[in-house]
């Protein structure tokens, strides 16, 4: 695997370079770059499989690396010093990322993963959402990896999500998703969005498909696809509250 490593900080470069060749025999350092324009020209004539890109870079930054290409057939791991809410940006789009200074024991498992993957389709997509959401400072939609495949689902088509053990359901209007990632990682995503909630330690909802909430044999809410779900007790209150904000003048009982 070819790898072309970019980030204008030489002892940056130098180090990552290092730890790869040491770690990684498998990997071929082609070429070092130290800005976008730089990038592009190493990129055209090596054609690299795997790209660590720097974010933060004099002139254009790494994200601006993607207006040069239509369609990337590279993978890429974003290095980054960036803020919480710009890393929530690199979990929604599912785009790989490690926080500076670097951590061989994340970036062992990062290049793994890149390792273990046998298919780049839906790249561009997932670099799309990324740039959207970091321009727009708010989320529309999530780039969910499936199997040899990205989904790329907005986030009012999602009716809720279900836990199961580590893994997830994401039940849309149109599919239902099944992912190796807990049910956690969605709720630290979502909770900058009003419109979902956890009800329960199973199930965050998606309140604009809420048809009823009822208090009686059990508490639960019915989905508009007909489907009910429990309210757990120790959320019950936080979960009237939310609502109540929608049902002027209502009070709960």
Do not use: C, W
């Amino acid at each position: 695997m070819k790898v072309l490593i970019v980030d204008d900080e030489v002892a940056a470069r130098n180090v990552l370079s290092i730890i790869l060749e040491e770690h990684f025999p498998e990997l071929q350092i082609v070429d070092m770059a130290i800005n976008v324009p730089s990038a592009v020209i190493a990129i055209n004539k090596h054609k690299p499989d795997l790209i660590f890109l720097d974010v933060n870079m004099p002139g254009q930054n790494g994200f601006q690396l993607f207006d040069y290409f239509e369609a990337p057939d590279f993978q890429v791991i974003f290095t980054t010093a960036y803020s919480e809410y710009a890393l929530k940006a690199f979990e929604v789009s599912a785009v790989d990322y490690l926080i500076k200074p670097l951590q061989i024991s994340k970036l062992k498992l990062a290049v793994e993963k890149v390792l273990r993957s046998t298919s780049r389709a839906g790249m561009g997509g997932q670099f799309n959402i990324l740039k959207e959401m970091l321009q727009v400072n708010h989320i529309r939609k999530i780039a969910l990896p499936v199997t040899g495949k990205v989904s790329f689902v907005e986030l009012e088509d999602i009716i809720y999500l279900q836990a199961e053990g580590a893994y997830t359901h994401v039940v849309t209007r149109s599919q239902k998703i099944f992912l190796s990632k807990n049910i956690k990682e969605f709720e630290y995503i979502l909770n900058e969005d009003v419109h979902f909630f956890r009800v329960h330690r199973s199930y965050i909802v998606n309140t604009r498909y809420i048809r009823q909430y009822v208090k009686h044999d059990g508490v639960y809410v019915l989905m508009e696809n007909n489907e009910t779900l429990p309210v757990a007790r120790e959320r019950k209150h936080a979960f009237e509250e939310l609502i109540s904000n929608v049902l002027v003048g209502h009070k709960f009982k």
